[in-house]
């Protein structure tokens, strides 16, 4: 596949996360403050966003397990995520997350535990898709072209 | 047999004598001899007889005696000395008997006495407890008669009704009279005779309050009696023949609650009294006795009780209510932010995909196209952007409607506006063959400060409205200045556009020869998604919103909106007046006299230190900051911030969702720590919320704006670019 293909796909790809509403407005954003003197913005932040919403993940999970669940703590982890999730762009995470919130106003632990199976799930199709994104740029990279994310 | 010695009677002489002894005797012993069995008899029909053997003592003397007396029958004639003996053993039994009687008797006579001092002592003590049943049953009369009182009197719950049914029993019950109520006049300096028992029409008269008989029965707590001739008391102008009944007067407190505090029920301030006279019958020798004084007085107290029962129960029914409107309000109000955070979420979800359509298809207007598709796209163009002005409408209707829109006040070039709107309409108009025509009045003044856009809307909608429900004809479009004369319009009679130093009131005026109104629809006009129904609806593709929204911006811009029509096919004209000020004076202090029209692109070397504890945020803005030039250093926590925070820093950005503080008093701090205010970096704020009441929050504290995040690049330039030449991104 020649490099404008490679263009053409990863355009395509991009266009497709927006129209399913993973990605939002505020990503483009992020790929507009990628320059020369910050050649891996994007990459970076998204990373940090990854390790950052899996250790959310992972507070909320055991948050939720207790016995006598403390609702603050995990609204305050819930907000954590989507504080991130939005600055990011991912769109589909952050709904999810202002669900989960309500359930959390309401002290409701099932509708939590739903909405944390709900969060995860989109996290995990959002990371799937960014990552495979992030593949396509490399692949772009190393065919010579130029980097895709930056316009 | 020998005869007896004694002398033979001679039976002739004293025959008569003899037999009348002889009966005597018989009837003697006869009688003797019954007593005891009557006696017998009726003691054993007694229960307690206590003595007896007294009795029997007596049986036995009596019977013996009536023995003797029965023998002396056998005396009269020869009789044998048998009989001798008999006679002999009665007389000496009788005698012996009798003796023993006596000395009995002396010893008993005494006991039997005082039997009956003891039963005179029971007489009397029978007859005082009959005293006593008697003012017992008075007593309860009494009782009774309160009983019928209370349940009268609190049988009814106004407080005029309560007192003449005090009156009216009392006057049944004592069976009175007279009985007449006097009532304080709002003065306070008369008693005014409000209500008697026999007189059907009490004339007014009026007793002046400070008589001495009145402040004695006022002082007094208990039923004081009065002359008959005191002034309260002639109520009847009567021939002074009649010996007038005792008069007793009594007096009534009035309640005198001047406001209904919820948790603060005021002291019974009862200065006031009314006074009530109760005249006995004149000519019954009656006298007020104490039972009677005691039962007005109680009838008086119940009144006064059975007034403060019914303003007790409404006082609790005013709290209930009071509660009850106070949920409401909160629910009320749960249901507007309700609503307000929808429209946030709305207002930013919806606008996104609209703007992103409309911009592609824009884009994609610009590109090669077949004719078909150039037209598909034109369709797509169209319905997006009514979809977005119809989406703009609604927010903005709803921001309108709880007051939390306000005016962008700008300087502007009045005649541009109106041209603008002209280029706008003219393309619709052209097609319609209508021809569209302004005129500007001479003092009309060219720049005006007011809210450009806002105005701007409101004479594209009045306008497009003109061409809309016109098929043919002319659209003619006048704009001046208001006289200060009254409007002839019904509606808003009080309205006078009074122009002042600073303000003129601009008068447009948009006349159409198009279909018309029919005047009776027109105040329905302003109403929210209303249309007029005698139009073909098919062409109409609006809301309905228009003119509603254009009401709420002219009465913004404190002015009036109003539509004449003649009727149906004679067009109508459509006018309104709003206030704006006169450019050119200096007393808008903080407004945007040019706006900014050169957006620094870069920042080099400006200072700003960053505040959030969410790394990815933080992480976000830094990038954005660095890609603006800035000289970025980012902190996590509160301490972090107030520990680097310094007057070197031109710019704070602090992130208020921060879980665990308060922004607002990193802000407090900051200020307080660096006390010069040139010093001070500008801190403003990023949140998730710009409601007024985040915002309001924000400028107290001394913030300088508030940024809704996520915060895009070009929004990130104009913030900067506008801390550095305003040094606030507040708009007044």
Redesign the interface.
């Known amino acids: 596949m020649d490099v404008d293909q490679m263009q053409r796909r990863f355009a395509d790809y991009t266009a497709s996360l927006f129209r399913e509403g993973f990605l ?3 990503f483009t ?2 790929q ?2 990628q ?1 020369e ?2 050649p891996d ?1 994007v990459v ?2 998204v990373s ?2 990854f390790e ?1 919403s899996e250790r959310l993940l992972n507070d909320l999970g055991k948050a939720l397990d207790q016995q006598i669940v403390d609702f603050k703590k995990v609204d ?1 982890h819930v ?2 995520l989507k ?7 991912a769109q589909r995470v952050k709904n999810a997350c ?1 669900a989960f919130r309500n359930f959390c106003e309401m002290q409701n632990t099932e509708g939590c535990l739903r909405c944390l199976q709900q969060v995860k799930q989109e996290y995990f199709l959002v990371k799937n898709k960014l990552e495979s994104l992030f593949r396509l740029e490399q692949q772009i990279l190393a065919a010579g072209g130029s980097n895709p994310m930056m316009e | 047999m020998e005869s007896c010695n004694c002398i033979e009677p001679q039976w002739p002489a004293d025959e008569l004598l003899m037999k009348y002894q002889y009966i005597s005797d018989f009837f003697i012993a006869l009688a003797y001899f019954s007593i005891p069995l009557e006696l017998i008899y009726f003691v054993k029909k007694s229960a307690l007889f206590p003595y007896r053997w007294v009795l029997v003592q007596f049986g036995a003397f009596i019977v013996l005696c009536g023995a003797t007396h029965l023998i002396n029958l056998w005396t009269f004639s020869t009789h044998s000395r048998t009989v001798e003996v008999v006679i002999t053993t009665a007389k000496v039994l009788t005698a012996f008997v009798s003796c023993v009687t006596a000395l009995m008797l002396v010893h008993i006579i005494p006991d039997l006495l005082s039997v009956k001092t003891r039963e005179l002592f029971l007489k009397n003590k029978a007859a005082q407890l009959d005293r006593e049943m008697g003012l017992i049953r008075t007593q309860e009369e009494t009782g009774r008669h309160v009983r019928m009182l209370t349940h009268e009197i609190r049988s009814t719950l106004d407080r005029h009704t309560i007192l003449k049914t005090t009156l009216i029993e009392l006057g049944r019950t004592l069976a009175l009279e007279e009985c007449a109520l006097w009532m304080p006049t709002r003065t306070g300096l008369e008693l005014q005779l409000s209500y008697t028992l026999r007189h059907q029409n009490p004339v007014g008269f009026t007793v002046p309050i400070h008589l001495p008989v009145i402040n004695q029965v006022f002082s007094s707590d208990r039923a004081v009696k009065i002359p008959p001739n005191s002034p309260v008391a002639r109520l009847r102008h009567i021939a002074e023949k009649y010996m007038p009944g005792e008069v007793v007067a009594v007096r009534v407190p009035l309640l005198h609650l001047s406001n209904f505090q919820i948790y603060d029920w005021p002291e019974l301030s009862t200065k006031r009294y009314a006074l009530m006279v109760l005249m006995l019958p004149s000519d019954s020798a009656r006298h007020w006795r104490g039972h009677e004084l005691e039962l007005v007085q109680v009838a008086v107290a119940l009144s006064h009780a059975a007034i403060l029962e019914e303003s007790m129960r409404a006082r609790d029914l005013l709290m209930e209510q009071n509660v009850a409107l106070d949920l409401a309000r909160r629910e009320a109000e749960t249901a507007i932010r309700a609503r307000n955070d929808f429209l946030a ?1 709305m207002n930013h979800e919806m606008r ?1 995909p609209m703007h992103a359509i409309i911009a592609l298809s824009s884009l994609l207007q610009e590109t090669e196209l077949k004719p078909e598709q150039r037209l598909m796209v034109e369709t797509i163009l169209k319905s997006s952007s009514l979809l977005a002005t119809l989406i703009n409408d609604v927010l903005d209707l709803s921001r309108l409607e709880d007051g939390s829109l306000e005016l962008d006040l700008v300087t502007f070039n009045l005649h541009a506006v109106f041209k603008e709107v002209v280029q706008l309409i003219k393309p619709i108009a052209s097609v319609k063959k209508l021809s569209v025509s302004i005129s500007f009045a001479l003092d009309l003044p060219e720049y005006a400060i007011g809210d450009e856009k806002r105005l701007m809307q409101t004479i594209l909608n009045i306008v497009g409205n003109a061409v809309k429900f016109s098929k043919e004809g002319s659209i003619s479009i006048a704009a001046g200045i208001a006289k200060s004369e009254p409007l002839l319009d019904a509606r808003a009679p009080d309205f006078f556009p009074v122009p002042s130093d600073s303000h003129f009131y601009l008068r447009v005026q948009v006349k159409d020869s198009g279909l018309g109104i029919n005047p009776q629809e027109i105040p329905k006009l302003f109403n929210k998604f209303a249309q007029n129904q005698s139009v073909a609806n098919r062409n109409s593709d609006g809301s309905g919103l228009g003119l509603a929204i254009c009401k709420r911006f002219v009465n913004l811009m404190e002015g009036h909106i109003w539509i004449e029509s003649e009727g149906l096919g004679k067009g109508c004209t459509a006018s309104f007046i709003v206030k704006l000020g006169i450019a050119g004076r200096s007393n808008e202090p903080d407004h945007r006299v040019v706006p900014l029209n050169r957006v620094q692109a870069n920042f080099p070397g400006l200072k700003v230190l960053i505040l959030d ?5 933080r ?3 830094k ?2 900051l ?2 603006l030039g800035c000289d970025v250093t980012v902190t996590s926590s509160t301490d972090e911030c107030l520990r680097v925070v310094s007057p070197e820093y031109n710019v704070v950005f602090m ?1 208020l ?1 921060m ?2 503080t308060s922004g607002y008093e990193v802000a407090m701090r900051i200020n307080e720590r660096i006390t010069k205010r040139h010093e001070r970096p500008l801190i403003v704020a990023l949140t ?1 919320n710009t409601d007024r009441a985040t915002k309001d929050n924000c400028f107290r504290v001394g913030m300088k704006g508030v940024l809704l ?2 915060i ?2 070009e929004k990130m330039r104009s913030v900067l670019s506008e801390l550095l030449e305003r040094g606030t991104l507040r708009q007044s």
């Open positions: 939002d407005d505020q954003q992020l507009q403050l320059d003197s910050n913005f970076e932040v940090l966003f950052d305050a907000h954590q504080g991130s999730s939005s600055s990011i762009g202002i | 979420v996104t504890d969410n790394g990815v945020s992480m976000v803005t990038g954005l660095m890609h992130d969702g879980h665990g998730g995040k996520p895009s690049l």
